[in-house]
């Protein structure tokens, strides 16, 4: 099976319940597929697997595969010892690694012609209160909706920032 094929819902909970519990700092970055639905329906299910793949590549050369995990159809999520600001710069690099390849997305209902990506981050820092798994990534999921919200293509952490923007 290719890597980027795999579940990895449950080696993220795992990895991610014992990042917190060891108290450093943890960030969880959750990346989806802008109108990939629409890219699906339009091109097949065949293009959509290329695209994916291509995305997970992306996604691997800038955050490393061993910090990588498909969660969903078209969601990613990557979990690194980082503070909120560097997870941010980490979220940025992500969302330009995957607009640099120029995925081919023609004729999207709004957009730009290629496949972008928008992406929610959450920091849990040393000292912090405790957080649960659970809660961390319900944040990271609502993060990444405010940034499809706000326009697509674009990084939301702590703050919403417009694209291109770290905080």
């Known amino acids: 099976m290719d890597e980027w094929k795999r579940d990895g819902r449950r080696a993220l909970r795992d990895a991610l ?21 629409w ?16 995305v997970w590549a992306a996604l691997a050369e800038v955050a490393g595969a061993d910090h990588l995990y498909r969660t969903a159809g078209a969601t990613y999520s990557v979990l690194v010892d980082l503070e909120a600001r560097e997870a941010m710069q980490l979220g940025e690099a992500l969302r330009a690694a995957v607009a640099a390849r120029r995925i081919a997305n023609p004729k999207p209902p709004d957009g730009p012609g290629w496949l972008t990506v928008s992406v929610g981050v959450v920091t849990h820092d040393a000292g912090a209160g405790p957080l649960t798994v659970a809660k961390m990534l319900a944040l990271a999921d609502q993060r990444c909706y405010q940034a499809k919200a706000a326009g697509r293509d674009r990084v939301v952490g702590e703050d919403p920032a417009p694209a291109g923007a770290v905080p």
Not at 17 to 37: C, I, K, Y
Not at 43 to 49: K, L, M, P
Request: glycine share 10%; aromatic share 6%; net charge negative.
């Open 17 to 37: 319940g014992a990042r917190l519990a060891s108290h450093g700092s943890t960030s969880l970055l959750q990346v989806d597929l802008d109108r990939m639905l």
């Open 39 to 54: 890219f699906n329906d339009t091109f097949g299910h065949d293009a959509g697997d290329a695209a994916l793949a291509q």
